[in-house]
């Protein structure tokens, strides 16, 4: 990666523009979102079948529907979400908070490794890629940099739409559908699964990915 590229860095401007975006969607994010974010249950219980991770990252965690996902398959399994809204993870820390033992929320710009030096089993975008433009390289280089050697990168995210004006709506919502991650991701991992699927009819189509450093 170039790193003196701008378009691969998350600039200041996104990341403003991300966070006030969901200082308003934070509370009604569960109520409206259900609707678009298909297959991460699947991915979740996919991961079971090739690994028992001990240490887990949600990137992008968001309200926090997917920590107690992973926490319900994994119950012993250390977790942390991380998100760039406090908002986003106010909500998070209210569905959580019983199971703070074992879950952990911090609020993150992930544009370099978390924790160097102690790697994870499994790193999980759920839905986040797609919306880091730009940077979306430079978090997927840092996900490759805190997993240990055999651990797993898990994916499921938006992936195209043949409607131009769909997809000119999912940009104003911060959303990149050009098929342009699975390819990258598939250059970066060993890939173990991987699938693009149809949701309502072909209006657009997501992807989940579990590749092995």
Same mark, same amino acid.
């Given at each position: 990666?170039?790193?003196?590229?701008? *378009? $691969?860095?998350?600039?200041? =401007?996104?990341?403003? +523009?991300?966070?006030?975006?969901?200082?308003w969607? %934070?509370?009604?994010?569960?109520?409206?979102?259900w609707?678009?974010?298909?297959?991460?249950?699947?991915?979740?219980?996919?991961?079971?079948?090739?690994?028992?991770?001990?240490?887990?990252?949600?990137?992008?965690?968001?309200?926090?529907?997917? *920590? $107690?996902?992973?926490?319900? =398959?994994?119950?012993? +399994?250390?977790?942390?979400?991380?998100?760039?809204? %406090?908002?986003?993870?106010?909500?998070a820390r209210?569905?959580v908070s019983?199971?703070?033992?074992?879950?952990?929320?911090?609020?993150?710009?992930?544009?370099r490794?978390?924790?160097?030096g102690?790697?994870?089993?499994?790193?999980?975008?759920?839905?986040c890629?797609s919306?880091?433009?730009?940077g979306?390289?430079?978090?997927?280089?840092?996900?490759?940099?805190?997993?240990?050697?055999?651990?797993?990168?898990?994916?499921?995210?938006?992936?195209?739409?043949?409607?131009?004006?769909f997809?000119?709506?999912?940009?104003?919502?911060?959303?990149?559908m050009?098929?342009?991650?699975?390819?990258?991701?598939?250059?970066?991992?060993?890939?173990?699964?991987?699938s693009?699927?149809?949701?309502?009819?072909?209006?657009w189509?997501y992807?989940?990915?579990?590749?092995?450093?």
């Open positions: 990666m170039n790193r003196s590229d701008p *378009l $691969l860095w998350p600039t200041a =401007q996104h990341t403003t +523009a991300l966070s006030r975006y969901y200082r969607h %934070a509370r009604l994010y569960d109520n409206t979102r609707s678009f974010l298909f297959g991460r249950t699947e991915l979740i219980q996919a991961i079971a079948i090739h690994q028992q991770p001990r240490r887990i990252l949600e990137i992008g965690c968001g309200t926090g529907g997917n *920590l $107690l996902r992973l926490h319900r =398959q994994f119950p012993g +399994a250390t977790i942390i979400g991380l998100d760039l809204s %406090a908002d986003m993870l106010a909500q209210r569905k019983a199971r703070s033992a074992s879950i952990a929320l911090i609020q993150w710009r992930y544009d490794p978390l924790q160097p102690t790697p994870f089993d499994l790193i999980v975008f759920s839905y890629l919306m880091i433009n730009p979306w390289n430079q978090a997927v280089e840092a996900a490759l940099r805190d997993l240990r050697a055999g651990g797993l990168l898990a994916v499921v995210d938006f992936h195209d739409t043949p409607f131009a004006r997809s000119r709506w999912m940009a104003r919502n911060h959303v990149r050009d098929a342009h991650l699975l390819p990258h991701l598939n250059g970066c991992c060993e890939a173990i699964t991987q693009v699927r149809p949701a309502y009819g072909g209006g189509r992807f989940s990915f579990i590749g092995s450093t």
